[in-house]
């Protein structure tokens, strides 16, 4: 039986995240390890309600000088009480860890170890939000600073592909950036015009395409209808849908009813994760997407700053582009699963194979399509005030047999030129077609209502 950790001290420390108006701040952070091998912190919240993250620090020497360090969000798995969630009323609160459970071996001396207790103003909440989504829920939405405070590790934890979903929070309130592409080879003038673009809020972007896994917690058992091998894996992305079935309650006909700036059908993928989570989740805009996709990097460069690789006019095949395409599906991958998720050549890879873009999202070249809110219009330029880069075009669109276009992003896994996986690039799809090579990703606000 594995030993746990059998002295954790008292230590006090706080910390606020500053916002506008009124700081919720802690205090009076205090930590105790129970006879039952608990450890339990309790606090003082102020100005709340507030988002309040927790981290567990011991006292450890880096390069002969004493710090404190983190012991890592994969080692705080097993917690309960008000941490890392809204928090409501001013007074104290409690916070019990079991590390007997998620951090054994672990014997730290008298005065080795604090908590860190951090409060956020509702409308600052922090950059990774984490939705569970099972039918019901004790605790719907956690919250965390980074990527190494999730509880057993972001790749190394299925469940954030399949029973949950983490959101990144991606930092676009009033950054002025240029949408399309001036000089990139293998750009499409005629849709892809440079236009100067600021979005007027931050939002939450999923740092993973939506799973079959998520899919099937959401609405039930529709993916083994839908997928054929050797695509049907939990951890792989969700396709063979259309548009309208992400929107619709299923009769995939475009429905008017059901389309922005309507919201979804109660009972589409959509409507129930709203419904479930109290969450505004949607398709991302365009330019939403976009934004994203580039993550801070400029023309000629993949989302990960990596630039791109011209072999005589054409996109190198031996150039290790950050996604599924074509040519590179034998490549090594990040995932380190198990066999029973191994990806085979000629079909859409495990979500997170891939490394990830300077923003912390996954696939965002390559793998499967990703829908859009909007509308497709070949230039977007000439519609001036009608675009609203929030939520999606709503001017008239093209069409084809009868269908209304929807823009797709990313390109896809069996995409022969690594063109059509610029972020830059602009396809389209009539919102009732499914096939394999189209999935999405979902998004929502920022900030607490």
Same mark, same amino acid.
Request: contains cysteine; proline residues 6%.
């Given at each position: 039986?594995?030993?746990?950790?059998?002295?954790?001290?008292?230590?006090?420390?706080?910390?606020?995240?500053?916002?506008?108006?009124?700081?919720?701040?802690?205090?009076?952070?205090?930590?105790?390890?129970?006879?039952?091998?608990?450890?339990?912190?309790?606090?003082?919240?102020?100005?709340?309600?507030?988002?309040?993250?927790?981290?567990?620090?011991?006292?450890?020497?880096?390069?002969?000088?004493?710090?404190?360090?983190?012991?890592?969000?994969?080692?705080?798995?097993?917690?309960?009480?008000?941490?890392?969630?809204?928090?409501?009323?001013?007074?104290?609160?409690?916070?019990?860890?079991?590390?007997?459970?998620?951090?054994?071996?672990?014997?730290?001396?008298?005065?080795?170890?604090?908590?860190?207790?951090?409060?956020?103003?509702?409308? $600052?909440?922090?950059?990774?939000?984490?939705?569970?989504?099972?039918?019901?829920?004790?605790?719907?939405?956690?919250?965390?600073?980074?990527?190494?405070?999730?509880?057993?590790?972001?790749?190394?934890?299925?469940?954030?592909?399949?029973?949950?979903?983490?959101?990144?929070?991606?930092?676009?309130?009033?950054?002025?950036?240029?949408?399309?592409?001036?000089?990139?080879?293998?750009?499409?003038?005629?849709?892809?015009?440079?236009?100067?673009?600021?979005?007027?809020?931050?939002?939450?972007?999923?740092?993973?395409?939506?799973?079959?896994?998520?899919?099937?917690?959401?609405?039930?058992?529709?993916?083994?209808?839908?997928?054929?091998? !050797?695509?049907?894996?939990?951890?792989?992305?969700?396709?063979?849908?259309?548009?309208?079935?992400?929107?619709?309650?299923?009769?995939?006909?475009? $429905?008017? $009813?059901?389309?922005?700036?309507?919201?979804?059908?109660?009972?589409?993928?959509?409507?129930?994760?709203?419904?479930?989570?109290?969450?505004?989740?949607?398709?991302?805009?365009?330019?939403?997407?976009?934004?994203?996709?580039?993550?801070?990097?400029?023309?000629?460069?993949?989302?990960?700053?990596?630039?791109?690789?011209?072999?005589?006019?054409?996109?190198?095949?031996?150039?290790?582009?950050?996604?599924?395409?074509?040519?590179?599906?034998?490549?090594?991958?990040?995932?380190?699963?198990? $066999?029973?998720?191994?990806? !085979?050549?000629?079909?859409?890879?495990?979500?997170?194979?891939? !490394?990830?873009?300077?923003?912390?999202?996954?696939?965002?070249?390559?793998?499967?399509?990703?829908?859009?809110?909007?509308?497709?219009?070949?230039?977007?330029?000439?519609?001036?005030?009608?675009?609203?880069?929030?939520?999606?075009?709503?001017?008239?669109?093209?069409?084809?047999?009868?269908?209304?276009?929807?823009?797709?992003?990313?390109?896809?896994?069996?995409?022969?030129?690594?063109?059509?996986?610029?972020?830059?690039?602009?396809?389209?799809? !009539?919102?009732?077609?499914?096939?394999?090579?189209?999935?999405?990703?979902?998004?929502?606000?920022?900030?607490?209502?």
């Amino acid at each position: 039986m594995n030993k746990p950790a059998t002295a954790l001290a008292i230590c006090l420390c706080a910390s606020a995240a500053m916002a506008d108006a009124v700081v919720p701040t802690v205090s009076g952070v205090h930590l105790e390890q129970k006879r039952s091998r608990a450890v339990v912190i309790t606090y003082t919240l102020a100005n709340g309600p507030a988002v309040v993250t927790f981290d567990i620090q011991t006292n450890c020497t880096v390069n002969g000088q004493q710090t404190w360090t983190s012991i890592g969000g994969r080692n705080i798995d097993c917690y309960s009480g008000d941490g890392n969630r809204l928090v409501t009323g001013d007074t104290e609160h409690r916070i019990e860890w079991h590390p007997d459970k998620s951090w054994p071996d672990h014997t730290i001396p008298a005065g080795g170890a604090r908590a860190v207790v951090t409060a956020w103003a509702p409308d $600052n909440t922090p950059d990774y939000m984490v939705v569970d989504l099972a039918e019901t829920s004790a605790n719907r939405v956690r919250y965390y600073a980074s990527t190494n405070d999730l509880p057993g590790g972001l790749l190394d934890n299925e469940a954030y592909r399949t029973t949950l979903l983490v959101m990144r929070r991606i930092h676009a309130k009033n950054v002025p950036w240029t949408m399309g592409s001036y000089f990139e080879e293998g750009r499409t003038a005629s849709t892809e015009t440079t236009h100067h673009v600021m979005l007027t809020n931050d939002y939450y972007m999923g740092v993973f395409e939506i799973t079959q896994g998520q899919w099937a917690m959401v609405k039930g058992t529709e993916v083994s209808a839908q997928i054929s091998n !050797p695509f049907k894996r939990l951890l792989r992305p969700m396709e063979n849908i259309s548009t309208a079935m992400m929107r619709e309650s299923g009769s995939n006909t475009q $429905n008017s $009813n059901a389309w922005y700036p309507n919201p979804p059908d109660g009972d589409s993928f959509l409507g129930v994760l709203r419904e479930r989570t109290q969450l505004d989740f949607d398709l991302p805009s365009e330019a939403q997407w976009e934004f994203a996709a580039r993550a801070g990097n400029g023309e000629d460069r993949w989302g990960d700053g990596s630039p791109y690789k011209l072999l005589n006019g054409t996109y190198s095949a031996d150039y290790p582009v950050p996604g599924r395409w074509k040519q590179n599906q034998a490549s090594p991958t990040t995932y380190t699963g198990g $066999n029973s998720e191994a990806t !085979p050549e000629n079909c859409t890879a495990v979500c997170g194979s891939y !490394p990830p873009n300077s923003f912390g999202l996954y696939d965002m070249h390559g793998n499967v399509y990703e829908i859009c809110l909007d509308w497709y219009k070949a230039d977007i330029t000439a519609l001036g005030g009608a675009v609203n880069y929030e939520s999606g075009e709503t001017a008239s669109s093209g069409t084809y047999a009868g269908k209304r276009l929807i823009v797709r992003k990313g390109g896809n896994w069996n995409q022969g030129n690594t063109a059509l996986l610029r972020a830059a690039d602009r396809q389209n799809e !009539p919102s009732t077609v499914r096939c394999p090579y189209d999935g999405f990703r979902v998004m929502c606000r920022a900030g607490l209502k």
